[in-house]
């Protein structure tokens, strides 16, 4: 019986020639990541243990993005904590204001995680990095302190999804709308502690971006993870940011699936989250009647990257954010800002009337930079919209892609840049 790519990733950092799903392994760590807020609970249980630094100072990497900068005292003595951490243990991948940017987009742009590599960080969305081919998850700070400590992490090896994807998406159909659409079509716990692979014709048509952004909600599935195969796009986006060597792993012919589905892009629209699950979703022409927005948050983990400010640009451009509505675009990363101001795309926001913030998670966990009264909705280019995700516990989040969240800003209600003549 054979194994699929998650399990084989895992079978080799455990040493071991052979795993199936439900055996618990030791595995060697690449990476261990954690940010400001859950850092500090995890460096507090390292000072309890019995030793004296980390296992490796460069397969650690901290990085201050949730309430950075700093929006009050706590988050600054937070950041404090994990400064002074990474200070002490001369932390190489210690990332702050002036270079920090959102952990999810930061560490491949930095060529922190490769293809084959495992990882744990103390954020739910650290299953992002199977864009490009690595075993990678979240973990409690607990895990993280004792992957800092150790190197290793223990796992369940989990069972596997297959998704075939065939066809290539239309115009404004982007990762957002396809991994909404396998949510809304499998629920948010039809993959439970289960790894999402990603394979076919189709996997050739989507962006790294595209893929980050499907990975990065493969937690809202409940997925364990999610990875995509190892191709010339994905090869070549770690050739250009990393100078680690990386190992492609396939899964066998014979591998063993829950389930199998095939996904033709091509038949894909634009798809929106009503609150409050991602799984409640629909296709922007099932929605007959006008959802008013009063915001719009384009950035997050989930799309801040170039291609998404770039998709909302092209619809911003000399249009008008509708009176009444905030627009917000978060870059990920300070170089996706510097990117996207050498680009021009910034000026385009600014005359469109949106904001644009620095690299932050802010909103998106209703830490800042746009928290939602009572009563007020905002759709958003992030990843959760559960009940006082944004604000207020009586707010509603709308989660959509780039596309849609630029082309709601203009007409004040969720709409299709269809509906702006596009």
């Not at 893929?211 to 090869?235: L, Y």
Request: negative net charge; contains cysteine; charged residues 25%.
């Amino acid at each position: 019986m054979g194994m699929t790519m998650t399990q084989k990733i895992l079978a080799a950092h455990a040493g071991l020639d052979y795993v199936e799903a439900g055996q618990l392994i030791e595995a060697d760590l690449d990476l261990v990541l954690g940010n400001d807020i859950t850092s500090p609970v995890a460096i507090h249980e390292m000072d309890k243990m019995t030793v004296d630094t980390v296992f490796n100072k460069d397969k650690v990497a901290l990085v201050m993005d949730h309430f950075i900068p700093n929006k009050d005292i706590k988050s600054a003595e937070h950041c404090k904590c994990v400064r002074e951490f990474a200070c002490k243990h001369d932390i190489t991948n210690y990332f702050d204001v002036g270079e920090m940017g959102i952990e999810h987009a930061l560490l491949p742009e930095k060529g922190l995680t490769v293809a084959g590599d495992v990882v744990i960080g103390a954020d739910s969305h650290t299953c992002t990095y199977g864009a490009l081919g690595a075993f990678s998850t979240g973990v409690g700070s607990t895990d993280m302190a004792a992957g800092m400590a150790t190197g290793k992490a223990w796992f369940k090896v989990p069972s596997a999804i297959k998704f075939n994807l065939t066809g290539k998406p239309s115009k404004w159909v982007s990762g957002k709308d396809v991994i909404l659409h396998i949510i809304g079509m499998i629920g948010v716990d039809g993959a439970r502690y289960k790894s999402m692979e990603f394979t076919g014709e189709g996997v050739a048509n989507l962006s790294m971006d595209d893929r980050f952004t499907i990975a990065n909600m493969a937690i809202e599935a409940g997925g364990k993870n999610g990875i995509f195969p190892v191709d010339e796009k994905a090869a070549a986006y770690m050739k250009e940011h990393s100078k680690r060597e990386y190992k492609v792993y396939e899964a066998d012919a014979d591998a063993v699936y829950d389930e199998e589905y095939t996904i033709d892009l091509s038949q894909l629209k634009p798809t929106v989250a009503f609150p409050h699950l991602p799984e409640n979703t629909k296709t922007i022409d099932e929605i007959t009647e006008d959802v008013v927005i009063d915001q719009s948050v384009i950035g997050s983990c989930t799309n801040g990257r170039i291609d998404d400010l770039r998709i909302a640009a092209e619809i911003l451009k000399g249009r008008k954010v509708k009176k009444g509505v905030r627009c917000i675009v978060i870059p990920a990363t300070q170089a996706i800002y510097l990117q996207a101001m050498e680009e021009g795309l910034l000026k385009i926001f600014i005359e469109a009337g949106a904001v644009v913030s620095t690299p932050t998670c802010g909103p998106c966990l209703g830490g800042y930079m746009g928290i939602l009264a009572e009563g007020e909705r905002c759709i958003s280019t992030t990843n959760r919209n559960f009940v006082g995700r944004m604000g207020h516990v009586k707010s509603e989040v709308y989660l959509a892609s780039p596309a849609v969240a630029a082309a709601s800003a203009v007409t004040g209600k969720i709409s299709a840049p269809s509906e702006l003549g596009l």
